[in-house]
């Protein structure tokens, strides 16, 4: 029962902490928000314990009828069985504490209440999604993420770049919410209901079977289970929908590790994995997810590789776990996916705080070419980030023992690898070269940020902040944020480079310091506590939770942890076991490769990355742009959408229809406008009485005629 | 007559308050407006707690032979009663909101309490000649309402609104005439089960195509309405998009579907083509106005083309969506026509770009916007979802392409609807005299606030909406079943697979 707790209290302490908003002082919304949070991570633990110990079973707990039209029903219903329990720890301890976190990054911030109400929201709706016992409410919780990411990302709504972001988030994701629509209609015309487990059930009958669409004859799974999976693609930005995952990053930090990494963009594996007994009908659909997946674990690592906005580079580090994760569904190894969705929650949230602790200490500046030599700074930032580096990039010895990212990224490579078909190969391949380019671009962050010698002098922001020290005090850091003075500065961020940046590391810009050691004067302070601890607690879970629960998720036998909440092949974790030795060390040795690059290339040799973009030449400037996507969207979407509008609007509305419809016949009955003007001046009634009196008369004539 | 005349009395209240009206100087007739509709909604509320969900099809019927062939004749369904409740709960919403309409207050008060009789009668009326008679004297009222208080483009709007409204319904009226001879009667509840010649049915459906297009608005008769809007006063915008949009769905679901139930088959083609037409046309033009009246006028468009292609999917998702659209859109749209006059009350221009980072000055308004605009966009949770997912559910069954051609309408217009969102909310303070507006006051929260709710309630709970209509669905339903399109996406039986190879299913393609 203390699911209904889990669920509405973050609602309840988001209403009330959003109407209260400033009435109340910070504090209390703020109490209400994470109070709520930390009860509702609480009461989620034991639960995810019960499945562990397989003393729970699943089960749902109704809330309220919703809607019956015809045979379609569906109702307001709690879902509670292993996968749910996965998402449920997740999501409430993630939150949890980012709510805290954000006490302390968020402290400067004038509009502290809504920010945490927005959270709570989020966290209401995820967990709405995750408990869903049906499609429909499903995308209920689908929805309302968006929404929440929608408002979030736009918190700082005075800034242009935040509003188009996050127009941008909701509007793409609506375009995999159109595939996630139809194949919710789909669905229901084939099983005649939107009940998951009965969808479930029934599925296996389908297959072979052919269903009308768009005017052609297909495989019914086949179509059913793309269209949900566009859906998937939007909300988890897989290649095509992924352009506003990158942009998200205009939200503040603890809104990044909290939505765009650790829960909302996992909603679409989380479905995938739901939904797996029916994906497991189209052989076809499976192929699809597992390409899709691996090209964008690829691509987006690519991206990572040459971006220097510290968000933005975990941003893609993120849509590239995300390929892994569905590469891993597509796979087969749908526990592989929740097993890297579950630790990935954990380090890339932690990656997220971190940056934001950064960025924090650095005055929110987020370009690395501006950072430094921070480790000595912020010792606790720079230890915690390395545990989540070392997580993501998967550093561990193979049977012995490793951090977090080890165990599910190598599961999820033997399987692709195991389940021997040559999708799984190609995605195989493609997650190895992601991996190194993990580690290449993991490690450059670190490097660039912690190691060698500062370079914040070149930094607008720092500067500002110095400046600032001068004048009244040197913790206004968050004065540009919310455009009290100098919005400007933070609206060069909607732009790739700083029209001041450097062309590379190593070349000078403008010294606005004396100092000489590249400080410009600066001192970064390591971060409050609030924000401090939960960077430790992540920090625990992304050390640890790969070796405690990797037996739990992807270990022979383990189907009954699962209990059939999603499909789960033990013919497939003993192809893991027997894949060759090569594969098993592959990725080991692929991430040592990208360490020692990116120690060569930012630490030994400064000059050597810029010489490799410089051979690269157009390549690197096509990796760099991000593929061209947003170019080519403008081009072929935005553009002429409104084009088109302009088009319909002045030639159809107004030149053609307009133009021989009323204008055409009001030039017919012109002269009737000199007494219809009377009119407008005279009495309305007597108008109005005439014409009644008119229709009367001619009806009554007609009849009785 | 049967008990008591509650439908009559619902007629009269407004109708003595828009001749008491007429004789009153301003505030008097302010007063009366809005209790004449404040007594019709308490009326409406009664109404509703006394409709027999489940029971008789027609309720609280009045009968009255007046002369020969001409009968006054009320009754209600639960269809009926859901938008006879939608009006008298828009109206007491749109009297308040005239607070700004110095000039003749006696007689526009009239007018919009002419408009309420009418309206009402459309949605009572159970005979055919006294259904006309309210749904063309319906638009006298609200043409006047534009032709005098309107804005500065006033005479040509109304001549639009009034062209095309009137010219529609002359061959309705003919078909009308057509049909009472031929059956005999012109009692709606019998004509909706009179079955007329399928090959004269055609024609007849098309008669009455003619009116309730335009009165729909449909593509490509629309627009007349950008026109109306931009240029009526908020009260008649809402109410024209609260209400007087319904009396053509109304028109679809009372006449043209039951009563021609072939042709309304063959032309579902039409009727879809239209309406994808519609939804991506008018979203795309909504898209670059300019004129955030405009802009709401062409998403009801869109909207709109939602209502129809869930009427004309035939099923029963696709009908009760339709009419939750119908409901939804009544709020909706009406709210936002609000919030758009809220902010024109302070600035007196409708210039998207006059106004930005309203959110600063206004955070109460920017909340409201919000909702409204989410429900608009259909968020799940709000009044706009639920419908817009039945009917587009509902057409998926019949017609997928149409199914996805007008989902895109979630895409387009989330865009357009955010797009100006953020235009008037978000952004810095442009302009000194936009950052100096106050925030809603208590007559514009009062107004608000009950279209919030409402609209959520729709959202969460819309099983008290669906409830008093679902009889008269499944009649309907039932009344289709006979010429029911086969639809284009049939699934054939699978065949199951054997149990072990069903579990190796994706071990065994490799």
Not at chain 1, 312 to 325: E, K, N, P
Not at chain 2, 56 to 73: H, K
Not at chain 2, 113 to 122: D, H, K, P, R
Not at chain 2, 367 to 374: E, G, P, R
């Amino acid at each position: 029962m203390s699911i209904y707790l889990i669920v509405f209290l973050p609602l309840l302490a988001s209403i009330l902490a959003g109407f209260a908003n400033k009435s109340l002082g910070f504090v209390v919304p703020k109490v209400l928000t994470t109070g709520a949070l930390f009860i509702a991570c609480g009461l989620s633990w034991p639960i995810f314990i019960a499945f562990l110990t397989g003393s729970a079973e699943a089960s749902v707990f109704p809330v309220l009828k919703w809607v019956a039209s015809g045979t379609m029903t569906f109702d307001w219903a709690l879902r509670v069985d292993t996968l749910t329990a996965v998402m449920l720890v997740v999501i409430t301890s993630v939150s949890a504490l980012v709510h805290l976190y954000s006490w302390g990054y968020m402290s400067e911030e004038p509009d502290q209440p809504r920010f945490f109400a927005y959270l709570s929201l989020f966290t209401f709706a995820m967990l709405m999604l995750v408990t869903a016992d049906n499609l429909v409410q499903m995308f209920f919780g689908w929805e309302g993420v968006g929404l929440a990411s929608y408002l979030l990302i736009g918190f700082w709504f005075r800034k242009p770049s935040a509003g188009a972001a996050a127009i941008k988030a909701f509007v793409v994701n609506r375009v995999g919410d159109l595939g996630f629509m139809l194949g919710i209609f789909g669905t229901y015309l084939v099983f005649g209901t939107v009940s998951i487990p009965e969808i479930l059930h029934a599925a296996p009958t389908m297959a072979g079977s052919t269903i009308g669409f768009l005017g052609h004859r297909f495989d019914t799974m086949t179509v059913l289970c793309l269209l949900l999976f566009v859906g998937a693609m939007g909300k988890s930005a897989q290649l095509g929908l992924h352009t506003w995952l990158p942009d998200a990053m205009e939200g503040p930090t603890p809104v990044s590790a909290l939505i765009h990494a650790a829960t909302m963009v996992t909603a679409g594996v989380f479905m995938v994995c739901r939904l797996s007994p029916m994906f497991e009908q189209s052989e076809t659909a499976m192929h699809v997810v597992a390409v899709v997946g691996a090209c964008t674990c690829f691509f987006a690592a690519t991206i990572g590789c040459t971006q220097w906005d510290i968000k933005r580079v975990i941003a893609y580090s993120t849509c590239s776990q995300l390929g892994y994760m569905f590469f891993a569904a597509g796979s087969g190894a749908f526990g592989a996916a929740m097993f890297h969705l579950f630790t990935h929650a954990f380090f890339k949230a932690l990656l997220f705080l971190c940056a934001g602790s950064v960025i924090h200490a650095m005055h929110h500046e987020q370009d690395m070419r501006f950072y430094g030599g921070l480790r000595k700074k912020i010792p606790i930032t720079f230890w915690t980030m390395t545990a989540g580096t070392l997580a993501i990039t998967g550093v561990g010895i193979a049977g012995v023992i490793g951090f977090a990212g080890f165990y599910s990224k190598d599961a999820i490579l033997e399987a692709a690898f195991g389940s021997g078909s040559q999708v799984g190969t190609f995605a195989f391949w493609m997650g190895i070269f992601a991996a190194l380019m993990t580690s290449f671009y993991s490690w450059r962050l670190v490097f660039l940020t912690f190691f060698g010698k500062p370079r914040w002098n070149q930094s607008e922001h720092v500067q500002h902040a110095v400046h600032d020290a001068h004048g009244h005090g040197h913790d206004d850091h968050a004065h540009d944020a919310h455009g009290h003075d100098d919005a400007h500065a933070h609206d060069d961020h909607a732009h790739d480079d700083h029209a001041h940046a450097p062309a590379d590391l190593g070349m000078r810009g403008p010294d606005y310091g004396d100092h000489g050691d590249g400080t410009g004067g600066y001192h970064p302070h390591e971060s409050p506590l609030v924000m401090l601890l939960p960077l430790l607690i992540l920090s625990v879970g992304a050390v640890a939770a790969g070796f405690v629960f990797n037996h739990t998720f992807v270990s022979e036998g383990e189907g009954e942890f699962w209990k059939g909440a999603l499909v789960f092949h033990e013919h497939l974790i003993h192809a893991m076991h027997g894949v060759p030795m090569w594969v098993k060390w592959a990725p080991f040795t692929v991430m040592a490769i990208g360490f020692v690059t990116a120690w060569y290339g930012y630490i030994k040799n400064t000059a050597f990355p810029k010489a490799v973009a410089d051979q690269l030449g157009p390549v690197h400037t096509f990796v760099y742009r991000k593929w061209m996507f947003d170019e080519l969207y403008n081009t072929i979407f935005v553009k002429p959408a409104f084009w088109l509008g302009g088009v319909f609007w002045k030639v159809l509305d107004i030149g053609i229809i307009d133009r021989f419809g009323p204008d055409g016949a009001a030039a017919v009955v012109a002269k009737g406008s000199t007494y219809a003007q009377k009119v407008q001046s005279g009495y309305l009634y007597s108008y109005a009485l005439v014409m009644l009196l008119g229709l009367v008369g001619a009806i009554s004539w007609v009849i009785a005629g | 007559m049967t008990g008591f005349p509650i439908l009559s009395l619902m007629l009269l209240v407004p109708l003595l308050g828009a001749l008491a009206c007429l004789f009153l100087e301003a505030k008097a007739a302010r007063t009366v407006a809005l209790l004449a509709t404040l007594v019709d909604l308490v009326l409406g509320i009664a109404l509703w707690m006394n409709f027999d969900v489940g029971g008789a099809q027609w309720q609280f019927t009045e009968r009255l032979n007046i002369f020969s062939g001409f009968t006054y004749a009320l009754g209600i369904d639960g269809i009926a009663l859901l938008l006879i409740m939608l009006s008298v709960f828009l109206m007491p919403i749109c009297i308040g909101a005239s607070r700004s309409i110095e000039k003749r207050v006696g007689e526009y008060m009239a007018a919009f309490l002419l408009v309420e009789v009418f309206m009402l009668g459309v949605f009572m009326a159970q005979d055919m000649y006294l259904f006309y008679m309210f749904f063309e004297a319906g638009l006298i009222p609200m043409y006047l309402i534009i032709g005098i208080w309107g804005g500065a483009d006033r005479i040509y709007a109304s001549y639009k609104f009034f062209l095309y409204t009137l010219l529609g319904s002359v061959l309705m009226l003919v078909a009308m005439l057509w049909m009472v001879h031929t059956a005999g009667t012109s009692d709606i509840p019998t004509l909706m089960a009179y079955d007329f010649d399928p090959h004269v049915q055609t024609w007849l459906w098309l008669a009455f195509f003619a009116s309730f297009a335009v009165k729909m608005p449909m593509w490509p008769v629309h627009t007349w309405l950008p026109a109306a809007h931009v240029q009526a006063p908020t009260g008649g915008s809402v109410i024209l998009a609260g209400v007087l949009l319904k009396m053509g769905g109304y028109g679809f679901i009372r006449f043209s579907l039951p009563m021609f139930p072939e042709a309304s088959v063959y032309f579902g083609p039409l009727v879809w083509g239209l309406s994808m037409a519609a939804v991506v046309i008018t979203s795309l033009i909504a898209l670059v106005q300019s004129d955030m009246k405009k802009l709401i006028a062409y998403s009801s468009v869109a909207h709109m083309a939602i209502v129809t292609i869930g009427l004309f999917a035939f099923n029963v998702q696709g009908l009760e969506g339709s009419m939750l659209v119908m409901l939804s859109h009544g709020l909706v749209a009406g709210a936002l026509f609000l919030c758009v006059g809220v902010i024109y009350d302070r600035l007196h221009t409708r210039e998207i770009s006059r106004y930005g980072g309203l959110a600063i000055n206004m955070p109460r308004y920017a909340v409201f916007f919000l909702l409204f605009t989410m429900a608009s966009i259909g968020l799940p949770g709000t009044s706009g979802f639920v419908g817009e997912f039945l009917s587009l559910g509902g057409i998926y069954q019949v017609s997928t392409w149409t199914a996805l051609i007008c989902t895109t309408g979630i895409i387009l217009g989330a865009a357009y609807m955010l797009y100006l969102y953020r235009r008037v909310v978000f952004g810095e303070q442009k302009n000194a005299d936009a950052a100096a507006m106050p925030d809603l006051d208590a007559r514009e929260l009062a107004m608000v606030i009950p279209l919030a709710l409402a609209a959520l309630w729709m959202g969460v709970y819309p099983e008290s909406f669906i409830a008093p209509m679902r009889a008269d669905i499944a009649a309907l339903d039932a009344r289709l079943a006979r010429a029911k399109p086969a639809g284009d996406s049939a699934p054939t039986p699978g065949k199951a697979k054997p149990a072990h190879e069903e579990a190796a299913a994706h071990g065994g393609s490799h």
